[in-house]
């Protein structure tokens, strides 16, 4: 109600606006499981902005076709809406983006659906609990929204504060504060040093964090510390990455690692439904999308060369250090003209049995949870 007030408030002035612009894309793309029908999918995305003085709306709209669809059922604003429920393949349209912002030279309000990203992981981000991609994630270019108020102070040393209110509801569609997210994080410039401080109370719990960036010998650190209280005990989560750029065989080469300690995860390989069922934090970040691994010890490493300007090659690594399974995963991205650009990526999960990447036992005679081998194909055209 709140945004929708603004809207019709600042909406007239900005129709008026000079600075209109907009852009989008069409995505088509295959996913192809071993031993597995193929599943496809499309996104046709629209994006819009006016700009007016220090005002600027944005909008982006969103028609989907996919056997899954996202869904605002726990969203604060329900702008989802299903246009046709198949058996293999659903079509629903929604507003991704809808923002009103307002910003100064030194200060940043902005009211909606938007988005927000913490944290310095890069593979694994304990510090970002706001919809975070999947690790293993191909297509990442766009973020899920959340409704939200931020703001953002910038100081005259470089220093900035940012806050955020994200409201949700309930498994009952109740709008309360207990499934609700209130954060503030201060980032600081010391010499060669970047610092964060975190303080959040997210789903009702304490969290606090700090982070660091800096420059080692031509490398890029980073690391990460959260802390959260459930039932006055912590757990801690920990992320530490290196990122290295070179020149080998004439072309751009990059590559980073990273050690992820999940304060919430399993650390002895028992993932059985009894196990499970004893570690309900785990699950309960699993299940709104905050977690993706189940492990307490991961290891993600990957190199990308560039094979042309417009065509990168990335093979990446992510492995359970305690029940050594892995996905190894490789993706080609390559821009075939100016606005059509072709994704391809392979998957190949390895391990034993009853492990993450290997097969996990459902409960079920001879239905493991496991990710099969597949391909994935994206053809993406921007206009």
């Known amino acids: 109600m709140v945004i929708l007030f603004l809207l019709v408030c600042f909406f007239p002035p900005l129709l008026n606006a000079n600075n209109f612009s907009q852009k989008g894309h069409i ?12 599943e496809q999918s499309g996104d046709l995305r629209l994006n819009l902005s006016l700009r007016e003085s220090h005002w600027v709306l944005v909008g982006d709209y969103q028609i989907l076709t996919s056997p899954t669809l996202v869904n605002d ?37 902005r009211l909606g659906r938007q988005t927000l990203s913490w944290g310095n992981g890069l ?59 209130f954060a503030a994080k201060y980032h600081v410039f010391l010499e060669n040093y970047e610092f964060d401080l975190l303080a959040a109370e997210h789903f009702d719990n304490k969290t606090i964090g700090i982070g660091g960036v800096t420059n080692i010998g031509g490398s890029v650190w980073r690391s990460d510390i959260v802390s959260t209280e459930i039932n006055r005990d912590w757990h801690s989560s920990a992320i530490l990455n290196v990122s290295y750029s070179w020149l080998a065989w004439g ?57 042309s300007p417009l ?10 250090l305690d029940d050594d399974s892995k996905l190894i995963q490789f993706v080609s991205q390559h821009d075939l003209q100016q606005n ?44």
């Open 340 to 383: 059509l650009q072709l994704l391809v990526a392979v998957n190949l999960p390895q391990g034993n049995k009853g492990t993450e990447f290997g097969g996990i036992d459902s409960g079920l005679a001879d239905k493991p949870l496991s990710a099969d081998e597949s391909v994935f194909v994206q053809l993406a055209w921007y206009f």
């Open 73 to 109: 059922d726990t969203r604060l604003m329900d702008l989802t809406s299903e246009i046709h429920n198949g058996n293999t393949n659903s079509v629903a349209h929604r507003l991704d983006r809808l923002h009103l912002t307002y910003s100064s030279e030194q200060s940043v309000l």
């Open 123 to 181: 593979v694994y981000n304990p510090m970002d609990f706001f919809n975070p991609f999947d690790p293993a994630a191909i297509d990442k270019e766009y973020k899920t929204g959340d409704d939200m108020l931020y703001g953002q102070y910038l100081f005259d040393n470089g220093n900035d504060l940012q806050a955020v209110w994200v409201a949700r509801r309930d498994e009952d569609g109740d709008s309360k504060m207990e499934v609700s997210s």
């Open 311 to 320: 065509w990168l090659l990335t093979s990446t690594l992510f492995n359970n």
């Open 251 to 307: 072309r751009n080469m990059s590559g980073h690692v990273e050690i992820f300690r999940n304060g919430f995860g399993i650390d002895d390989g028992d993932y059985s439904p009894t196990n499970l069922a004893q570690n309900p934090e785990l699950i309960k970040r699993i299940l709104r999308g905050e977690l993706f691994t189940l492990a307490k010890n991961n290891l993600a490493a990957s190199a990308t060369i560039e094979l």
């Open 27 to 38: 995505k088509y793309q295959i996913f192809s499981p071993d031993n597995s029908s193929s």
